[in-house]
């Protein structure tokens, strides 16, 4: 049986959960913040999740083009509760994680430049 996009991505994202125990959540939106898929922890939802960060992207990349720092690839919020972490994940879509306080961030990021780089093949298709 063929597996849809979203659903090789949600696979995509219960794994990066899984070898990071410090993410409480991933999700993967539209640059306009609706959802694509997630995995998150039962207290948080996708839609917002999707939609606040989507903003927060967008508002981060006007910022740069301001001061002439070119398209922003990444966005780190570090928060006294943990980070929110927003990363391109191909020209249409953004990969979205949520942390623990005391996350492995050097970690976290390298899966999830590599997981950022399967989406965009997958949605790319």
Do not use: W
């Not at 980070?83 to 942390?99: D, F, N, P």
Request: charged letters at 25%.
């Amino acid at each position: 049986m063929n597996q849809s996009r979203a659903e090789k991505i949600h696979e995509m994202l219960e794994r990066l959960r899984t070898m990071d125990t410090d993410i409480q959540g991933t999700a993967v939106a539209t640059n306009e913040g609706l959802v694509i898929a997630s995995s998150l922890a039962a207290n948080l939802d996708e839609e917002r999740l999707s939609a606040i960060c989507a903003a927060a992207a967008t508002v981060t990349c006007r910022t740069a083009e301001e001061f002439d720092k070119g398209e922003p690839t990444e966005v780190h919020i570090k928060a006294p509760k943990g980070y929110i972490l927003i990363m391109r994940s191909g020209a249409s879509s953004l990969l979205v994680a949520i942390t623990h306080h005391g996350a492995n961030l050097g970690l976290i990021l390298l899966d999830m430049r590599r997981v950022a780089r399967e989406i965009a093949s997958v949605l790319e298709q």
